[in-house]
């Protein structure tokens, strides 16, 4: 069975681009392949990735499932889905990128999850690991798709707000008992030391809980003006050098989780 890494937190903290970084980093050492999982449908993993994608799952699913869709002589409709959802699949090199897609409608999604858990269970046996980025909020692993995650990653930037954030994601985990195998915290985008405030300051004290908590911080990565370009130009973090200070503290991370 894969590896699962679900990476999580609030808007704006980098955590797509951080999840580009990590399956950058296990393609890099030999871990291939790997399946990237687009589950925010503000969904952006594949300009990180540096790929394009045609259909998303839901498009797949409210194609087949649609008033006035029938399936094939002999075929099951909850089978057509599923290889219909094939097509949505993008193949690059060393990986493949599944992107789960917006959804309009209340409670529309839930049928779409569903299928979803079960194509990601057949399909994920190819793979070596499953990289899953999650939406900014919460929602999407309170429909328990990413449940079953042996590694959940919170990011947060160095502000109080943030963390208190991640602090919320990882309570809604254990509530739902997703039982990861570990979770863990990783600062983004920081300056240098001045950005961590010492013992006695609130951000300290919300580092403090959340370890008590048991999501312990794994590292930080520091602001890399050279992702930022990247951004900016719309390239895949596959085109970084190998020595941005990025990918390198992701790589030490990724050493302590011996992934």
């Known amino acids: 069975m894969p590896r699962t890494i679900a990476v999580a937190g609030k808007g704006g903290t980098g955590k797509t681009t951080l999840a580009a970084m990590i399956t950058a980093y296990l393609l890099k050492i030999g871990k291939r392949p790997v399946l990237a999982v687009d589950a925010d ?69 839930c049928h779409a999850n569903d299928l979803l858990r079960g194509f990601l269970e057949k399909l994920a046996g190819g793979y070596s690991h499953v990289v899953m980025d999650n939406e900014a909020g919460m929602e999407h692993l309170s429909r328990r798709t990413t449940r079953d995650v042996d590694v959940l990653l919170m990011v947060a930037n160095a502000t109080v707000t943030a963390v208190r954030s991640a602090g919320r994601i990882h309570e809604i985990a254990q509530k739902l008992k997703l039982s990861p195998g570990s979770s863990h915290l990783i600062l983004n985008r920081l300056n240098g030391p001045a950005d961590l405030p010492g013992a006695g300051t609130a951000f300290a004290a919300e580092l403090e809980k959340l370890e008590a ?26 085109e970084l050098p190998e020595d941005a200070p990025a990918l390198r503290a992701i790589a030490e991370m990724m050493e302590k989780l011996n992934l």
């Open 41 to 109: 449908p503000n969904a952006n993993f594949n300009e990180a990735l540096g790929v394009e994608y045609d259909t998303t799952v839901v498009d797949t699913v409210d194609e087949v499932m649609g008033d006035g869709a029938t399936a094939q002589a002999g075929v099951a409709k909850r089978q057509l889905v599923e290889y219909s959802m094939h097509d949505a699949l993008v193949e690059s090199k060393g990986f493949d990128l599944l992107v789960m897609g917006r959804t309009e409608g209340p409670g529309c999604y």
């Open 213 to 238: 908590a048991g999501l312990s911080l794994l590292g930080e990565v520091p602001y890399d003006e050279q992702v930022v370009m990247c951004g900016m130009e719309a390239k895949g973090v596959d």
